[in-house]
């Protein structure tokens, strides 16, 4: 395969960048701020650990959407000129990071980054299904690692052995690539559901891949699906729309059994409470030198519960989390536009408003979701810290939750005013909507703070469900109903 | 400039007609970003026939069918349906509408059966009956999934969705190209079982000109988004010809410049052309003139086809 | 009894001129005998597997031109007809073919007397 081709592939403008965004922000930024490293310990483990894991899935992700393509075992010798130009690829890469890297003064041997190196750009090769999250995941679990206690273990380790880690690095690396690059691998791969790379999706996460990405895993989840489904039990639907909104829940939610799809809603909306809490609980348990014991730490969730301040302490960000994450309840509320309408027998305006009453449904379970979390985070605080059970807690904290309907309501509405740009559908349209909903919460928690609060929260409440209902009815007035909304046809997973 | 014997342009139906015509578009325009679909068209379909869609990939069918069905808001003109504009449609008319999708998307989770019982509750003139004769006759098995269906399955189940209700107007598109020929066959003498006893107006937009051939009685056919052609069936087969001229004495001329010759081949001797003329007299006189034989042979819709999608740039 | 119509769709010629012109054929080889009647619209599109628009096109035309008329308000029957109008129609069709046949001996150059004595062969044997 000539360079050009190769280079075809691969986009190295966009590789380059989107390892350099993703390495300063999962590596610098969050070891220096999350892990308690210093500049230039964030910036070397950036560049000996993190890096190449990044850069490494960063390379594996065209080789694989390739190898993916059913047209692949049709070229001659494709496999062979693809595992040498991805070689290329590699030592060029480590050759980046080893100079960055020993442009940081650190006690690390050479040999030993060369090792740590090599495993870091070729075991993201392994990830064949293409699991989004996984190295993110992968870094979750690796950064405590770095920025803790075992920390001083690894890095004695690294002096004392340095050989080991670089035939260990060296033998990974072989393995990995000629696991992935063997005739068996290759000859199955393409039967193997759609994959695609993120250089070809990115900047703006095309959604017609996604979309057809999502239709293909759906068809094979559904084939192995021996869940059983729900009845449709109605013989004859009649014009109002709560019976429409039956119908179109069922079409939305019917292929998943009860068990799953509501209180999954719930447990989803939920999670996310838990685990902001969770995050800077770990850091602050294991950090160095700055360890907080469980009752520390849930003392300090109840003061905040109580006080007003944004984010001044772990504890406390659990509670401010809010805005940021009603952000999830819009789109699953939004999720059920997904629905393909079969063309039911509906006007425009009585299907916006089916769908309407629909979406308010989801959000409410959205919206106790968190509730729930909230109730539960608290209880056990105050089990673990054993302070007498103080109701007016409860209060303070769930007090929190009555703007979530105001801003999801309002997040829908400015969801369906915007289908038109198409760019909104993107990672940016996802960062601008984050901020705007982000800013909008925080004006709404310190406006209802006030005394003003208890009087407007109401008719907020009403004016944004108006402004929501009124933003899907001129949606559907004049939208082609054959695509669906570009952005709920992504969240839309395999529900539908 | 056209002679009087070449068709005229097809123009905006007459006001007499368009009230009982159950889809009427009045210049209608639809652009998608800079490609234009369709272009400024204008036609009345007449009710209770099996109207032929004829046009190439990308003509425009769809997106015609697919206004007609209110899915789709035109760019700019106006389309009314069952006598609604098709913004407008409500129950009472899409009740009695029926739309078979080239690339329909359905319940995938669902199976066949599922599918059915849940479409059926939104149409109180859903015929069981019928729809248990066109499972048999489509051979379609109802309880397979519809995600596991093949593409010919799953042209099956859009025509199930879209007919067993008994719709005034069926709107097809594509319906048969993944079919095989005996289950074509009855599909077809399921749609004239409904003409006949509905008096549903069918629109069918095939490239299977040979099938489209057996049952249609009108044509409506579309070239680069504009219509270059809305007749009844029979005066098309009547007025396409293809004309063979022997010279008795002498040869015959290299090319035949009568505006009503469409295509034309002749080695001085023998002359074939393909015409389109309702002028009865027109073949006696070319003969006449050349002092020739003529022959006549009419001509069949694969033949008629790529005559009539060249109208366009004839005509302009 | 229905009388049996063999269509052909794709031979360009239109399917109710078929229609008509086996019908009179029928009539004037006597198998369809005055007085008979013809099944309804209907009835024979669904027999024939055509577009009833084009069946009743054809007996409309039919009943014009007086080769048909209607009894009892629905159904259809063969009228008697006078002898000239009985033995035109004998001769149209077979006009219609030995046009083609004329044409084609004009081309081969085949003297006029040559072409009857072959087609009185015919008709003997």
């Not at chain 2, 077809?188 to 009685?217: A, P």
């Amino acid at each position: 395969m000539p360079l050009r081709a190769y280079l075809t592939l691969l986009r190295p403008v966009r590789t380059l960048l989107l390892g350099l965004i993703n390495s300063g922000c999962c590596g610098v930024l969050f070891l220096r701020y999350c892990g308690n490293c210093s500049l230039a310990e964030a910036l070397y483990f950036t560049c000996v650990i993190v890096g190449p894991l990044i850069f490494g899935d960063l390379l594996a992700g065209p080789a694989h959407e390739f190898m993916n393509r059913s047209v692949f075992p049709l070229i001659p010798g494709a496999r062979r000129q693809l595992r040498r130009q991805h070689l290329h690829g590699l030592l060029a890469l480590a050759a980046l990071l080893l100079a960055a890297a020993s442009a940081v003064p650190s006690e690390f041997p050479l040999a030993a980054q060369l090792g740590l190196i090599a495993a870091g750009l070729t075991l993201p090769l392994l990830n064949s299904r293409r699991v989004g999250w996984s190295y993110f995941v992968l870094l979750l679990l690796i950064s405590p690692l770095l920025t803790t206690g075992p920390r001083e273990t690894f890095v004695a380790a690294c002096q004392a052995a340095p050989w080991a880690f670089l035939s260990l690095g060296l033998l990974c690396a072989g393995f990995c690539i000629r696991h992935i690059f063997s005739a068996s691998f290759a000859g199955n791969y393409w039967k193997m559901s759609y994959v695609v790379s993120i250089q070809t999706l990115a900047p703006f996460y095309d959604t017609t891949m996604m979309q057809r990405r999502r239709e293909d895993n759906e068809r094979r989840a559904i084939a192995k699906r021996t869940r059983p489904e729900r009845e449709w039990r109605i013989a004859a639907v009649g014009t109002s729309v709560r019976e429409w909104s039956r119908a179109i829940r069922h079409a939305r939610f019917g292929g998943t059994s009860w068990l799953w799809s509501e209180p999954g809603i719930v447990a989803f909306c939920a999670f996310p409470v838990i685990v902001y809490g969770a995050i800077p609980l770990v850091f602050a348990y294991f950090g160095r030198g700055n360890a907080i014991s469980l009752q520390e730490y849930c003392g300090m969730l109840i003061a905040g519960a109580h006080g007003t301040e944004l984010a001044s302490s772990p504890g406390h960000f659990a509670f401010t989390s809010l805005p940021y994450t009603s952000i999830m309840v819009t789109m699953f509320a939004s999720s059920v536009a997904a629905v393909p309408t079969t063309r039911f027998p509906l006007s425009r305006r009585r299907l916006a408003d089916s769908l309407f009453v629909e979406m308010l449904r989801l959000g409410a379970l959205g919206c106790l979701g968190f509730a729930l979390a909230y109730v539960v985070v608290i209880v056990g605080a105050v089990l673990v810290t054993r302070t007498p059970i103080d109701y007016s807690l409860f209060a303070r904290a769930l007090s929190h939750i009555r703007i979530l309907p105001t801003v999801v309501l309002l997040g829908i509405a400015f969801v369906f005013s915007t289908v038109r740009y198409r760019w909104m559908a993107s990672f940016g349209g996802y960062l601008l909507w984050a901020a705007v909903g982000g800013a909008l919460g925080g004006l709404a928690m310190a406006i209802t703070e006030s005394i003003l609060g208890a009087y407007i929260w109401l008719p907020g409440l009403i004016l944004s469900a108006w402004l929501a209902r009124t933003a899907i009815r001129r949606y559907y007035a004049t939208h082609d109903l054959n695509r669906l909304m570009p952005w709920v046809a992504r969240f839309a997973g395999r529900c539908a | 400039m056209p002679s009087p014997a070449l068709a005229p342009a097809p123009t905006a139906p007459a006001a007499d007609t368009a009230d009982a015509s159950p889809v009427v578009l009045r210049s209608i325009t639809q652009r998608f970003g800079k490609h234009t679909a369709l272009s400024d068209v204008s036609l009345a379909l007449p009710a209770g026939r099996i109207i032929g869609l004829l046009g190439r990939n990308g003509a425009g069918k769809t997106t015609l069918l697919h206004i007609a069905a209110g899915l789709l808001p035109p760019t700019s003109g106006a389309c009314t349906t069952l006598g609604t504009p098709s913004g407008k449609l409500d129950t009472p008319q899409l009740t009695r509408l029926g739309l078979v999708q080239q690339e329909g998307r359905y319940l995938e989770w669902m199976t066949v059966r599922q599918h059915l019982d849940f479409n059926a509750s939104f149409y109180p003139s859903w015929d069981r009956d019928l729809e248990k004769r066109l499972l048999e006759a489509l051979e379609l098995d109802p309880k397979r999934k519809i995600v596991q269906l093949s593409p010919g399955d799953r042209q099956k189940v859009g025509i199930l969705l879209g007919t067993c209700h008994r719709p005034a107007l069926l709107l097809l598109d594509e319906p048969i190209s993944s079919l095989d020929p005996i289950v074509r066959r009855r599909l077809l003498d399921f749609l004239l079982e409904l003409l006949r006893d509905d008096g549903t107006t069918v629109v069918i937009s095939s490239h299977i000109l040979n099938d489209v051939e057996k049952i249609v009685d009108w044509v409506v056919a579309l070239e680069a988004g504009e219509l270059v052609e809305n007749s009844p069936f029979d005066l098309l087969q009547e007025s396409y010809a293809e004309w063979t001229l022997t010279s008795a004495a002498g040869a015959l001329p290299p090319s035949f410049a009568e505006p009503f010759v469409l295509q034309q081949q002749s080695n001085g001797h023998q002359a074939v052309l393909r015409v389109r003329t309702t002028d009865t007299e027109a073949a006696a006189r070319l003969a006449a003139a050349h002092r020739a034989e003529l022959r006549t042979r009419p001509l069949n819709l694969d033949e008629m086809f790529p005559l009539l999608t060249d109208q366009r740039r004839r005509r302009s | 009894m229905p009388p049996l119509l063999s269509i052909d769709l794709h031979n360009g010629v239109p399917a109710y001129r078929q229609i008509m012109d086996q019908i009179k054929l029928q009539i004037a080889t006597g198998l369809l005998p005055p007085g008979s009647e013809l099944p309804s619209t209907r009835a024979l599109s669904a027999d024939i597997a055509l577009n009833p628009m084009t069946i009743s096109k054809a007996y409309s035309l039919l009943e014009r031109d007086g080769v048909l008329e209607r009894r009892r308000g629905q159904t259809l029957i063969v009228r008697e007809r006078p002898a000239e109008a009985q033995q035109t129609a004998r001769l149209d069709p077979l006009r219609q073919q030995l046009t083609a046949a004329a044409h084609l001996a004009k081309q081969l150059d085949v003297p006029p007397a040559q072409a009857v004595k072959l087609f009185r062969e015919l008709l003997d044997s």
